[in-house]
């Protein structure tokens, strides 16, 4: 380690070039951009791919500076292989703050195969991080040459926000449980057998006031497009909606699919009341966030956790109409407006595919740095497969205790998962009964940890409920990532927890324009 960071120092020295991104894979174009160590060189053998790759022996290495934004998400992907069994190389990618110190470091394991392997990292940056540095290195032996091919450095994935929201965000925010008027909620009209493709609503409609496209850009019509049975859409036969057969869905175990933009989203009348648990206020329990709330003071959210956190597949982050913004970003906006607090920072630390034990390594990492007043934590999607709801407990216990050395005033929103589709996995599978188990199980320990400073919004239950009135696919892009429709139950059921019945209730206005970003704050 300490050698590896003198090696930093010396490139520091005689300065390495900031990239925001690498042009293309490989090294077709040679090794303009990229800084080398020992006996490292280009040659037009063992390539991978194309005519060239990068030849290192000894104990050399190649390397590149990259500028990054705090909280992007980063993609570092390489091809590596060995010139025969003596031979080891490993990658790296170190993060810096804007002090040139190493904050955060990761380095993946060895590779000595003889033919190519990829190694790489998909991750974040951290909240303090200014650039990052990736590494392909040979092992310390001294023995033997590798190759490193079809090199790709992504520092921002996720690319430019998403374009203004094209759906009314104050209709959105009404709450699903109170209203008597439903605005697009989806529904995915599915074929079964041939037969009409049809989707149930979650309440008996008394007046369909419109049925529109997910990009609500079209209008369809009554009879012409559709028929009304009950709490029932039924596609007719020569219709221009959007539907699914069955046999769309895998009957293979653990099947994926994604119908991003293939429901329709029905605004109707009814009389009908929600049949599960109603969020209501728990600001009792946190006197800090609340006080800053009324006193219209500066107040920082940050959102920690996986994909769904993030915002995957909610239509805004995926760049689709009509751009959603993703739940934590709603649920701070609805907070600002409903508090006339314009002074709400939001920072979204969610990483797609990281588990509790990831968050309970670099909560200080990630979190601290951002000093937060209210830190929501989002955990469990990618933890059912393989930790017992003991130790996901026990990850979540970690990620607070780490989160109050950094501020000891800190609040918990914790949040409790979706289910995943039910049909995600087969009846037949025998871990099926052990991860619904042990999802159900997460949302118990979280109920248990909550206390003065800390409070929960159950996400289970209402999925479970959701997905029994109406259909699982309704409410999900794919097995496990919500729609914005499923989206903004967590958004409005957030939000009902700060919010006393009264305030709700002299809630007015137009709304704010959105001005959180989906990474951090503006």
């Not at 690498?22 to 490292?40: I, P, Y």
């Not at 012409?224 to 069955?246: A, C, N, W």
């Not at 950094?406 to 009846?427: A, Q």
Request: with cysteine; glycine share 8%; aromatic share 12%.
């Amino acid at each position: 380690m300490t050698k590896t960071i003198i090696l930093f120092s010396a490139l520091f020295a005689i300065g390495i070039e900031f990239v925001s991104a690498q042009d293309s894979t490989g090294f077709e174009k040679g090794l303009s951009g990229w800084e080398t160590s020992g006996r490292a060189m280009l040659v037009h053998q063992h390539a991978f791919h194309w005519e060239s790759c990068v030849e290192i022996k000894g104990t050399g290495g190649l390397h590149r500076r990259f500028r990054v934004d705090p909280l992007a998400i980063v993609l570092f992907k390489v091809f590596i292989k060995s010139g025969d069994d003596r031979s080891k190389g490993y990658t790296s990618i170190n993060f810096y703050n804007a002090n040139d110190q190493l904050i955060l470091r990761y380095q993946g394991k060895t590779i000595g195969d003889t033919s190519y392997q990829q190694s790489g990292y998909y991750t974040e940056a951290p909240a303090d991080a200014k650039y990052f540095i990736v590494m392909v290195n040979k092992d310390s032996s001294g023995e033997g040459t590798i190759y490193v091919d079809d090199m790709d450095v992504e520092p921002n994935v996720e690319g430019k926000p998403a374009p203004a929201p094209e759906c009314d965000l104050n209709q959105y925010m009404r709450p699903f449980w109170k209203s008597d008027t439903v605005y697009d909620e989806a529904i995915l009209l599915l074929s079964r057998n041939g037969a009409n493709a049809y989707g149930r609503l979650l309440y008996q409609p008394l007046k369909i006031i419109s049925i529109k496209s997910y990009d609500l850009k079209t209008t369809y019509q009554s009879g012409k497009d559709y028929m009304l049975k009950g709490d029932t859409v039924v596609r007719t036969i020569h219709s221009e909606v959007p539907f699914k057969k069955q046999s769309f869905f895998s009957d293979k175990d653990l099947a994926w699919f994604n119908i991003q933009s293939q429901w329709v989203l029905v605004t109707y009348i009814h009389a009908g009341h929600w049949k599960g648990p109603v969020p209501s206020y728990k600001g009792n329990n946190l006197p800090k966030t609340m006080a800053k709330l009324r006193a219209k003071k500066p107040l920082t959210i940050v959102a920690y956790g996986m994909s769904i956190t993030r915002g995957m597949d909610v239509s805004g982050y995926d760049k689709v109409p009509p751009y959603m913004p993703p739940y934590v970003q709603l649920f701070a906006w609805q907070l600002g407006k409903i508090f006339n607090d314009d002074d709400i920072k939001l920072y979204n630390a969610g990483l797609p595919g990281a588990t509790a034990e990831w968050g309970a390594k670099y909560a200080e990492k990630y979190v601290n740095p951002l000093h937060p007043d209210l830190t929501i934590i989002d955990f469990g999607m990618n933890d059912f497969w393989n930790d017992t709801p003991e130790q996901f407990k026990a990850y979540i216990e970690t990620i607070m205790r780490k989160v109050r050395m950094g501020n000891p005033k800190v609040e918990f929103l914790l949040l409790s998962n979706i289910h995943f589709d039910p049909s995600y996995i087969l009846d037949s599978d025998k871990n099926r009964s052990m991860y619904l188990s042990r999802v159900k199980g997460y949302n118990k320990m979280l109920q248990e940890l909550q206390e003065k400073g800390v409070i929960d919004f159950d996400m289970t239950t209402i999925s479970h409920i959701l997905y029994s009135a109406k259909n699982a696919k309704d409410c999900l892009v794919n097995p496990m990532h919500p729609n914005d429709y499923l989206a903004r139950w967590y958004a409005q059921g957030m939000t009902a927890l700060f919010v006393p019945d009264k305030l709700a209730k002299r809630s007015k206005g137009s709304g704010r324009r959105i001005k959180n970003s989906l990474v951090k704050g503006e």
